[in-house]
Structure formats: structure tokens, C-alpha cells
């Protein structure tokens, strides 16, 4: 059975967020939308997203390391949201494994997200239902497209090729060669769902740091000591005058 899913590398992923805004523009007017924010800037945020980038550094400085981490819905072989929903909304494609959530039936009970171990369900305040990734399901079943640009919007969009995109049970396909080769791995397998998506992991690069770099030279937080001007005398043209 086909098991379409992505695969991140995130040795060159660079946390520009052009996934997160793709995801968003293509959504929202497309067969998974709206995408609502309710209150995107206020004390109290609330939006819709089917992707999110998080972002944080490791390390002790000055050996420290910036990491980007992008998730969205992986599209588990063994979806736990499925199962507990009481109306049916969530459901597993048979023909090419995605998740999706039927609007028709989602009564917004939150349940699959109550069940999801990864936190990327979304409730869409205004619209009273659950949301998440659908892998661009209309665009890469839209025959009527060219075959280049049957992707999800958040692969066309990266810069870096970061976001690979194929069948991950296809051992020939770019994903499989992908995983096999530079050791890709499911997040958190130990929950037993079975992502399908992938992570390729960070390659460990030396970083060489001399010890005059440390100290900026522009440091704004350093008091500029000025000169100290002599005492002023008086001289023959003062006394003159």
C-alpha cells in the first residue's frame, strides 16, 4: 500500500518559515480552509497552522548550536486519532495513507487531539472544528497538474530542499533512499504510532571559534571612557585681553 509522507532534513532546513507561510496561503483558500486567526497578536493568541517551525539553541556558549525544527500532522500508519473519534471525521486514506478530517462529521469534540502524542492537531475557533496537515491532499491528487508540481506546497516552497516528498514504502523512492541512506528516523516511535514522516538528521560540524571573536568590539553594553582634558590655564593672550 502507498504511504505518501515527508521527509525533513534537518541539517539544511534554516528555519525561514517559508513552509509555515506556503502552508498557510495555499490552506486557507483551498479545500482545508479557512485557516482563522482569532487573535494572532493579543495576550491570549489563537490561530490556525498546519505547520510550525520551532526553533531553539543547544549547547553552552560559546559552543552553542541554533536547531530548526519543523512539525506538522505525520501521518501515522497507526493513527491514534482515528480510532477515538466518535463521529468518523478522522480517517486514514486507503489509497495513499493521509490523515484527513471530514468537516461534514468533525463535531469538535478535540478527542484526536486529546490522543495525538504530537500536538499538531488545531481546533479553528471560528470554524468549531478540528484541522490539521492534509499534505496539500488537492494538489497532489490534481491530475491536471504537472507531475513537478504535485507536491505540497511547504516542499515547492523551501529554499534549502529541506522537504522531501514521496511514498515511504516505496524502497526506490527518493524518501526510502533518503531514510536509508542517511539514517532518517520516525519521532518518538516508542508510542507505537508509526510516523510516516521522516527526519534526516543534523550532521555534527566543528566549530572553530578563536578567542578574540568573542568580545564584540561594538559591544553596546561597554561604557566609552573619553579622554580626560587638561586643566585650562590661562595664557599670555588671556591676560592680554
Not at 506538522?72 to 495513507?97: I, M
Not at 524502497?171 to 534526516?200: D, M
Request: charge should be negative; glycine fraction near 6%.
Amino acid at each position: 500500500m502507498t504511504q505518501l509522507a515527508l521527509v525533513i532534513d534537518l541539517n539544511v532546513c534554516v528555519g525561514c518559515h517559508a513552509c509555515v507561510t506556503s502552508c498557510k496561503e495555499w490552506n486557507s483558500s483551498g479545500w482545508a480552509g479557512p485557516m482563522t486567526d482569532q487573535r494572532p497578536y493579543d495576550a491570549d493568541p489563537t490561530g490556525t497552522f498546519f505547520n510550525r517551525v520551532q526553533t531553539y539553541e543547544a549547547g553552552e556558549f560559546p559552543n552553542t548550536e541554533t536547531y530548526h525544527f519543523p512539525k506538522s500532522c505525520l501521518h501515522c500508519e497507526d493513527p491514534p486519532c482515528v480510532p477515538v473519534c466518535p463521529t468518523g471525521a478522522s480517517y486514514k486514506r486507503e489509497d495513499n495513507g493521509v490523515v484527513l478530517v471530514d468537516y461534514d462529521k468533525c463535531i469538535g469534540c478535540k478527542y484526536c487531539s486529546w490522543a495525538c502524542p504530537y500536538g499538531v492537531r488545531e481546533f479553528d475557533e471560528k470554524e468549531r472544528v478540528m484541522k490539521k496537515c492534509t499534505l496539500c491532499i488537492d494538489r497532489i491528487t490534481d491530475m491536471s497538474l504537472p507531475e513537478a508540481e504535485r507536491q505540497p506546497a511547504c516542499v515547492l516552497a523551501c529554499p534549502t530542499s529541506a522537504r522531501l516528498f514521496g511514498d515511504v514504502h516505496d524502497p526506490q523512492s527518493e524518501v526510502s533512499v533518503a531514510i536509508r541512506e542517511q539514517g532518517g528516523y520516525a519521532l518518538q516511535p516508542e508510542w507505537g504510532t508509526k510516523p510516516s514522516n521522516h527526519y534526516l538528521p543534523r550532521r555534527k560540524t566543528r566549530i572553530q571559534i578563536h578567542e578574540d571573536e568573542l568580545v564584540r568590539a561594538d559591544n553596546p553594553l561597554n561604557k566609552e571612557e573619553l579622554p580626560k582634558l587638561p586643566d585650562i590655564v590661562d595664557t599670555v593672550d588671556d591676560v592680554a585681553w
